[in-house]
C-alpha cells in the first residue's frame, strides 16, 4: 500500500528540508490562526506542541489516508517568546535585546497517520555575543531573517552574532528536526511504504 506523505506547511525552508531526503510529498497550507494559541498562557514547549499538532490536525482532517506533518518554532528568552518579528526595524528590536543572553530555540514536530499522534520537541541552546545594531542591521537585511523565529538565521550570515550553539539536530535549527521525523516515519514506512522518488 502507498500511502502519501503531507508537510502541513508552506514554508519554503521545511520542504526544502523534506527535499533532501529525495522522498515525494505535498505541501499543503493548514490555514491554523495561530494568535489564539498565543493568549493562552502556555510554556514556549507546550505553545510549539499545540501549534506543531494543530497544523498537522487541520490537514489531516482533509486527507485521513495520509501521514501528516505539522512543525512549528519559537525562540524563548527570559521568559519572553519570541516569533518572526515580520520587518528589518522589529528584526533589529528582537535581537539587540537578545545579545549577549543565551536563548532557546524550539522546534516542535507533530506526525499524524490514522488514530495515531507522534510528538517532539527539539531544543537548541543559542549564545549570542555583544553585536552593534549596525552588525544586526546587515545581517537582518542581508539573510532576510524577518521572516524567522527570533529573527536569526544560523544557516546563513546569522552565525556572525553567535558565540556558540548546543543542539542535537542541524535541521531542527532551520525549521524541521530531520533526525526525530526519520525515527517517527521509519516504522510507517517499512509498513505502508511512504517513500517515492519525486
Not at 68 to 81: E, F, M, P, R, W
Not at 102 to 129: P, S
Not at 147 to 170: F, V
Amino acid at each position: 500500500m502507498m500511502v502519501k506523505l503531507i508537510l502541513a506547511s508552506t514554508s519554503k525552508y521545511r520542504a526544502a528540508l523534506l527535499k533532501r531526503w529525495g522522498i515525494d510529498f505535498k505541501s499543503i497550507d493548514p490555514k491554523v490562526d495561530e494568535e489564539p494559541y498565543k493568549t493562552r498562557g502556555l510554556s514556549p514547549r507546550e505553545l510549539v506542541q499545540a501549534l506543531s499538532e494543530a497544523k498537522a490536525r487541520a490537514v489531516a482532517s482533509e486527507y485521513p489516508e495520509a501521514v501528516v506533518i505539522g512543525s512549528d518554532q519559537v525562540l524563548t528568552a527570559n521568559g519572553k517568546i519570541y516569533g518572526k518579528s515580520g520587518d528589518v526595524e522589529a528584526a533589529l528590536v528582537q535581537l539587540m535585546e537578545l545579545k549577549g543572553g543565551t536563548q532557546e530555540l524550539l522546534t516542535g514536530l507533530c506526525v499524524i497517520y490514522g488514530e495515531h499522534a507522534f510528538h517532539h520537541v527539539d531544543c537548541t541552546k543559542i549564545t549570542l555575543r555583544n553585536f552593534t545594531s549596525l552588525e544586526a542591521r546587515e545581517v537582518i537585511e542581508r539573510d532576510k531573517s524577518w521572516d524567522c523565529a527570533g529573527s536569526l538565521k544560523i544557516e546563513a550570515s546569522g552565525t556572525w552574532l553567535i558565540e556558540s550553539l548546543e543542539t542535537s539536530d542541524p535541521s531542527a535549527i532551520e525549521g524541521l528536526p530531520l533526525i526525530a521525523l526519520g525515527k517517527i516515519l521509519r516504522p510507517i514506512h517499512s509498513h505502508d511504504h511512504i517513500f517515492t522518488s519525486p
